[in-house]
């Protein structure tokens, strides 16, 4: 990303799942009970994580449409049945939005989860003090990778897209932002290999949560 860029923004963007929280065993889990339940074949592990980062509806419907609103459902009592012992804290990541803020930096969090479940994520590990905006996939008609998430976070900020960057940790994460005309970097403790994310050309890279605060070290004018 570039330094001029770098100068302009004043707003951090990000995603949930696989960025700020550490979801991704609770919802492998939860599929494969879904499957198991349902009867249905089961899902490579890489299959699944590879559709982390769209709405679960949508993510149903491409798994098995005859069966996509059982899917749905079940899910979602497997996921909040197992919450409270498979969900984790990425280390350091709420240190690093504390700095950010005090760094001056607007904070938001842009999701396909629906906005009960992304609140309890952002209260249960206290992230919730730090994001000014919730986006969630109440919020929209559209979902990642449309750029409607984004443009909604930006007017709920009232800012414009050369003062905000999107941070997340899939490839649907980068086409939003790019598509609603923001930069976006991606994290490198995600569940995407690094070589699905660089086919999207994201603008930067964020090895660990601790460098968020070097990469954005105080905000621009």
């Known amino acids: 990303m570039r330094e001029t860029d770098l100068r302009s923004v004043n707003s951090l963007l990000f995603d949930l799942d696989g960025t700020l929280v550490d979801t991704i065993q609770l919802i492998l889990y939860s599929f494969r009970e879904t499957f198991r339940i349902l009867g249905l074949p089961p899902r490579s592990e890489r299959e699944l994580l590879l559709q982390v980062g769209r709405p679960l509806l949508e993510q149903a419907w491409d798994i098995d449409p005859e069966h996509a609103e059982d899917i749905y459902q079940l899910y979602r009592r497997v996921y909040d049945d197992n919450y409270q012992h498979l969900v984790k804290e990425y280390p350091g990541v709420r240190e690093a939005l504390a700095e950010l803020r005090r760094n001056g930096y607007r904070l938001a969090v842009v999701t396909s989860k629906r906005r009960r479940s992304a609140s309890r994520d952002l209260e249960v590990f206290g992230l919730a003090l730090y994001c000014e905006v919730l986006v969630t996939a109440e919020d929209t008609e559209n979902h990642k990778p449309d750029p409607e998430p984004v443009l909604k976070a930006l007017e709920k900020l009232g800012i414009s897209p050369r003062q905000a960057t999107f941070i997340g940790d899939s490839p649907y994460d980068v086409r939003s932002a790019h598509a609603a005309g923001l930069s976006a ?34 905000r621009g004018g």
């Open 185 to 218: 970097g991606v994290v490198g403790w995600g569940p995407f290999p690094r070589e699905i994310l660089e086919k999207e050309s994201p603008d930067y890279w964020i090895p660990d949560p601790q460098s968020l605060p070097r990469i954005f070290p105080g």
